[in-house]
């Protein structure tokens, strides 16, 4: 079992920055493989990036690529999420997740492959 807690979320302007941290309790982090999604009002939820439990390799959606970097701090039981050149279509509710799941291809896009989630936090981008 693992406890995820999101923070960092705010309001800021089209072409600024944000940092989320995803602060993890409980069984061994570096075990989970950690991603970042995101829901708009009214949307399904979004895949943004995912990161792994071994190598540290990240995986981005297309969306995001370039302007978004997921990082992680075993140490710290931290993943984080750099967020730049922020566009008002990046608002809306980032959620953290983990899972202990081997997540070849297409598989790290499914929330339903995630076990564990935070709570969220709101980003909201104003232009």
């Known amino acids: 079992q693992v406890q995820l807690v999101e923070s960092g979320g705010g309001l800021v302007q089209a072409g600024g920055s944000l940092r989320l941290s995803c602060a993890a309790s409980?069984?061994?982090?570096?075990?989970?493989?950690m991603a970042w999604f995101r829901q708009a009002p009214g949307k399904e939820r979004e895949y943004v990036g995912y990161i792994s439990k071994s190598s540290g390799t990240q995986y981005y959606a297309d969306s995001v690529k370039g302007r978004f970097t997921i990082s992680r701090d075993n140490a710290k039981n931290t993943v984080y999420l750099q967020m730049n050149s922020l566009k008002a279509e990046d608002t809306g509710v980032y959620y953290c997740?983990?899972?202990?799941?081997?997540?070849?291809?297409?598989?790290?896009?499914?929330?339903?492959?995630?076990?564990?989630w935070g709570q969220g936090t709101q980003v909201t981008v104003s232009s």
């Open positions: 409980g069984r061994t982090f570096s075990s989970y493989g």
């Open positions: 997740a983990a899972t202990t799941a081997i997540m070849l291809g297409s598989m790290k896009t499914n929330p339903d492959g995630y076990a564990y």
